[in-house]
């Protein structure tokens, strides 16, 4: 287990869903502690992903379903802890990770009924190459469930480190890990 105490951490989008997950006692605990030290740090980009899947969301959905899924948008938005910005430095540091890694390492994904087209899976393979490079240029560990993503992007900086001068390792830490 990753002692809350340890942080501050960045959460991508799949380690922010992890935080909602308030029907598990285990990461209710662990994230108390957490915020008793610090505040839920997320990169521009997965406040971008969450509004995007809201709004998606909201546009297949009808009546009281579009009322609920607004509600739980605001919500989102009133819970931010702090939202790092995607600034020059973290923008050429992304630049460096999607040149290094132009494909993403794994297919389109197949859940919920929903194909994602190879067009979608390369727009989210450049948003986890954003959020990486938050992580990278914030100097802190990046909290997420997706592991073969990320763990290439650690891989390919760790062969260039050239190409990253005077900045730290991608750090990465699981959410299996945390609680």
Do not use: C, K
Not at 109 to 119: K, P, T, V
Request: aromatic share 6%; no cysteine.
């Amino acid at each position: 287990m990753v002692n809350p105490a340890s942080g501050p951490f960045l959460f991508d989008t799949s380690g922010e869903s992890w935080l909602a997950r308030a029907d598990d006692r285990d990461v209710r605990a662990w994230l108390r502690e957490y915020l008793s030290h610090h505040l839920v740090h997320v990169s521009a980009i997965t406040v971008t992903e969450r509004i995007r899947g809201y709004a998606l969301l909201w546009r297949r959905a009808q009546g009281d379903r579009r009322e609920r899924i607004e509600a739980a948008r605001i919500a989102y938005l009133r819970q931010l802890g702090r939202v790092l910005p995607l600034d020059g430095a973290v923008s050429l540091v992304a630049g460096e990770i999607m040149a290094l890694l132009p494909h993403p390492p794994t297919p389109p994904r197949r859940a919920h009924h929903l194909a994602e087209s190879r067009q979608e899976r390369l727009v989210r393979w450049r948003f986890d190459g954003m959020i990486a490079a938050t992580a990278i240029v914030a100097g802190i560990p990046l909290v997420h469930n997706n592991a073969e993503d990320f763990e290439s992007v650690r891989s390919a900086i760790e062969r260039s480190p050239e190409r990253f001068p005077r900045l730290g390792p991608l750090e990465l830490i699981r959410t299996s890990r945390l609680a």
